[in-house]
């Protein structure tokens, strides 16, 4: 078996090559630890009864994982002749089919994702075979378009447990020719010439460090690879190993004969068992073909390998640690100098390299160090492998040139989050790294680019993270991490890290104060430059970053003790109700429904949301996208619960029993009094409040009745306008004084509300359209949604034509179209972007859809069209195609030259509204540059002291509970204000509700409100939905999972 | 003979020998640089992070004790930065473990007390730890408070290095890292001490005190240590 | 003159009898089966550990792996040392460095939770707090910094890992070695009840 010259390579070559390209099908089952977690062990088998079953003959292998990990298990088939197949998700009762097809010379088409028709190893070539045009070619398909696999060269289509076909493919050639070098510096000038740098994270040029180690004269020199991939997120290297361990050895080889360096020792983790068990038996089958051990090759050349397990100490990634370790002690970094390149293990001369940089050797010795030096940029050379992990569609080891830019390996590699929700960051090199921003997608992956930002390359991981992420919660994870694995030796590190986690707990754990995050800032970076080794002078990064890029959101824990992504458990109840902008206590209400109290639950949702009956109908409920019961079927329908709710109180005796309540919960009378400029949800709510807080409420309203876009902008059908009535009666019952036909700068000033009030709240709203910008928007057949809406609001009549064009994507565009519908008109909607992407409400969608509405996606509003007496005949629109990604992660729609005219009569423009800011300039408070008062993000003051902002004026046009959270929020701060205390928790107390939680999810499945036939409500304004029976309300409150209640399971013990 | 190279600490012209730290450079030159960890004749493990200095033309901090002179060197010992995070540390130590100076053996000899004194911090901006360690007095002659100690392995390398009995190392990992002797059983129980006393003598703190000390007592004697290092120099 | 230590390591009479002392004091740890490894079977595995590079993590791995318990007793760390003529205290700072070694008995099963970034944005944190409420450990602060918890009746241990490298699986745990991916925490909670049956029949 020994080989001994090129002659002996050669003839392995042959007898591997028939392995690779049997003359017969060929199924290869990928199967590295990802895949074997995914069932490719089930898999395999499952191929190999079925092939005795069916009698085919076919060469069934294990080969290695081929990187898109989302696809796992990964089987590929080749029909000679024929592309290699590649097949993904195969499940166990896929092998008959896949089996059946192979058995007629077809390749299994079910399943296949893409195919190969000849491959590069970049050490050999194999020409698989043309066909199946069907079927994209592997780097056509997102995941791995812009991909060029250098160190996965091999990975995922060779037997990672077969030296043969390792060779097969041009293995060990390049430790050969390394050999024949007359002179060794030659191999080293090619490793410097490719400017390949250290693939563990430090980038350090390896040519640089080889040639050190050559140079130093010693009896013994030692190279060691790093494969103690710790960095959690990072799982590279064990698939490098796992997919094709040769190409491990045979860098170490070429290292070792480059620096005379006789013995290699790869420092692997324990928790790699695959790993260790596929490398060691790769070394044993090298020593065996003689490439190990005493004169290999036939040459004087000696060289051993020996593994060694890592025992789980993330602080043995670091050189001085891991010899440390490997002379039997714990792992405590020494000083350097001295270098391990002149002192190292056992005092000899060391040279310590990644596993990745190992890999790539045999690709430069064999292509030249230029070839290499031409991929990347001037500076990072070659591709790095990274890990796409956490909140993204298409997890996998992706390869890429270095220079890539970040945004495309997350939004056309990755394919973005998979719940379609905002990207928000990217956690680069793991524990040492830092937190990308998506703003800053655009920053190109190299070294320096990425170390000009905050975050380092590292060992490649590369964390997705969404907006369910809470950047604190990071930095805290992180910090927690280094902390318990610093080894305790240096002080900053040791002493540092811990009063860092102590402060961070206290930021997420909402007990932080204003002087924490300065104190945490310079502990940072004093740990960062005084600590002895990397992990010390990096773990502060992912603090730094954070701190950097997301300050917010340390002040929103901070400041206003909440934790937006619903992860610092402290902070909230639920996360029902850390989205619901009002914190309705939502598992306390269902509960309460759930034991039939309904007074109770009224009370208490009244409390938490004084518009229910509104809020109940139309509300986006942001709750259900983080309802925990979708993990297990579909999440609660909680908006439709508590409609129900109120729809029983303004239904019968209930009623008078709330206003009792509530009235009852009035605190006494302060006699501070506090003026309101609008009487929409944001002012309502505001005025609820401070009424029930004691004070003395007036709001002033420019139109002649209460509730604001409520009234005026939502259509009836969605809304009915009575039920808002009853709604608006109990507020008025708490105290609180309209004055209408007060418009702000008009009717009303505001130096006179400031002199004759103790504070003033404005919520004006967003009143005036945006403009298209289209030729033709003056017409009067062109509409703008909002005065639309309000005049059929108002029942005045519309003299709309018989076609109508709705331009626009959010609620008002399908508000707009389904009001047009009722009006009697043919109805499209033209959006720019797709049905995904459209803002409004999904449900609202479809009814829409349901009743007729047209919907056409990708145009562009041109032009509109108008015959020659200027009566509106069309309107142009230009067709939009997706093009690139753009920071949002959404892609950009481009115009194309393809023009369409849609006849109409009337259009109407649905494309966003603004304030009126010139009433607020003119009293002299700020305003920002798109007309929205500019207000404390907590509080809700202005400039100008006791004047409060809040609602659509502030936050630009939102939805209702925003906007009544808003009003809450400035009802709170200014009750603090007047009063000295926070007294807004006490108003809204506590309720006696049951602390169980189900052992088991209970309930059916979801339970939804009926609606009226579509046929029959396109006719007229009478409402759609028409809520929950009283038996669906009570089922949907018992699906509950009670996140809520936190310590119960400990009573099981 | 070594090169002589010529380099400039806190200002001043020095000549020194090739192959010196700049901790020794200064030290020989009555330069103060702080530091806990390093002790002559001992090994250099650069934990302390005190002796941090900047180099003219070098972007980090390096440690004055591990790094060597070279020909032109430029040493701020005390920036305004490093006497920041100078304090900085002084202060972690203090929160780490219990330093109350008014009930220890070593008060007024104490060196981190020292420390602390010529660096201005009187007080620590980080909350005590408190960690409640058990004291150690099994050993007839020698007491051991973890409650005092600051990780220097001053002690560790004085046994193993000099005594070369390896009594003591430490157990665990990060903030709870604690030197222990053997098998972390108790001192006086320890089967490789050899009960002579080095340890006790290198501490720069109340750790490792003489039985029988009362506040402010123990007074390290460096001159038994001198004694054994003056033997192993002339040995080599 | 070459100076020597006064005493090279332990001298093996010396720390044996100090260790049977110990012994008499009775019983330390309250497991099923505490005894340590037979002698033999130590020296056995240093013997397959014959080059000094990387030998002492080795030898402590093989033991605890050879170990019902999967534990390194106080009495297998003393042999040790004394058989490869590494200080006690460097065998104690070893053992008790790495987080891999495990100086207490550790359950029959294993449920190990990924504690990796990746686990974590998909909330491994969430799944680990659950799998330990329903194994009856509270919540509690200082205990935080604890790795692992065995039940009382030696029945299972909770551990965390840095990470298993299975990022794309997130969340992940292990039970026996076995991996398990996308795992809630119901999931999660049903295969640990089914190993627990398992065991009772």
Known sequence: MRIHDLDGLHDIRRTGLMKLLPGKPRIGVGMGTCGMGNGAREVFQALERELERQGVDAQLTPVGCFGFCAAEPLVNVHIPGLPLAVLGEVKPDDAAAIVQAIALRQPPLEKAICKIEEWDHLTGHVMYGRGLPELPHWNEIPFFKGQKKIVLRNCGLINPEDIEEYIAVGGYHAFYQATQKPNVTEIIEEVKKSKLRGRGGAGYPTGVKWDLLSKTVADQKYIICNADEGDPGAYMNRNEIESDPHMLIEGMLIGAFATGASEGIVYLRAEYPLAVQRLKRAVAEAREFGLIGDNVLGTSFCFDIKLVEGAGAFVCGEETAMIESLEGRAGRPRPRPPFPAQKGLWGKPTNINNVETWCNVPVIVARGGAWFSEIGTAQSTGTKVFSLVGKIRNTGLVELPLGTPLKNVIYDIGQGSPGGKRVKALQSGGPSGGCIPADNFDVTIDYESLAQIGAIMGSGGMVVMDEDNCMVDVARYFVEFTHSESCGKCIPCRAGLDQALRILKKITGGQAEESDIQDLEELGQMIKEMSLCGLGQTAPNPVLTTLRYFRHEYEEHLRARRCRAGVCEDLFLSPCENSCPLHMRIPQFLELTKEGRIADAAEMIWLDNPLPGSTGRICQHPCESQCRRKTVDAPLNMREVHRFISDQVFGGPLLDEVRTRLAGRRMAATGKKIAIVGAGPSGLAAGFYLALLGHDVTIHEAREEAGGMLRYSLPQYRLPKDMLSKELEIIAGLGVTFRFGQKLGAGVSLDVLEAENDAVFLATGTWKAARAGITGEESPSVWHAIHFLEQVARGEPTQIGQKVVVIGGGNAAVDSARTALRLGCEVTIAYRRERQEMPAIAEEVTDAEAEGVRLQFLVAPQRVVTDKRGRVTGIELMRTKLGDYTLDGRRRPMSTSEKIVVPCDNIILAIGERPDAEPLRRFGIHVRENDTAAADWVTYETNRPRVFAGGDLVTGASNVSSTMATGKAAARAIDHILTGQDRLPALLGTFDVAQAVPPEPEGGARNVSEEMPAAQRRANFAEVMRGLTQAQAAAESGRCLRCDVRETCSAKE | MPKIITLKIAGTEIKADEGSTILDVARTNDIFIPTLCSFKGLSNVGACRLCMVEVRGVPRLLPACATTIVEGMDVTVDSPKVGKYRKMIVELLLAERNHICAACVSNGHCELQALAQRLGVHHTRYPYRYPRLKVDASHVRFNYDPNRCVLCTRCMRACEEVEGARTWNVMGRGINSVMVTDLHQPWGESPSCTSCSKCVHVCPTGALSEKGCAVGEMVPRENVFTYLKSMRYSGR | ?201
């Open chain 3, 1 to 201: 003159m070459n100076w020597t230590p006064v005493f090279a390591g332990v001298t093996k009479s010396q720390g044996l009898s100090k260790d049977e002392k110990e012994r008499e004091k009775g019983p330390k740890m309250l497991a099923p089966d505490n005894t340590p490894l037979p002698n033999e079977i130590i020296n056995d595995i240093i013997a397959r550990h014959p080059d000094k590079t990387g030998d002492v993590l080795s030898v402590l791995e093989e033991i605890q792996q050879a170990h019902p318990l999967k534990y390194l007793p106080r009495e297998t760390l003393d042999y040790v040392a004394c058989r490869m003529g590494v200080s006690r205290s460097q065998v104690l700072s070893v053992a008790t460095f790495y987080s891999f070694f495990n100086l207490a008995p550790q359950g029959r099963h294993t449920v190990t939770v990924c504690r990796g970034t990746a686990c974590h944005t998909r909330g491994s944190k969430q799944l680990l707090d659950a799998l330990k409420a329903s194994a009856g450990f509270h919540e509690d602060d200082e205990a935080g910094s604890a790795t692992s918890f065995t039940t009382p009746d030696f029945g299972m241990t909770i551990r965390t890992v840095a990470c298993f490298g299975q990022c794309a699986l997130a969340p992940v745990a292990a039970i026996d070695h076995e991996i398990y991916g996308h795992v809630s925490d119901f999931k999660l909670k049903k295969l640990v009840s089914a190993i627990d049956k398992g065991t009772a029949s």
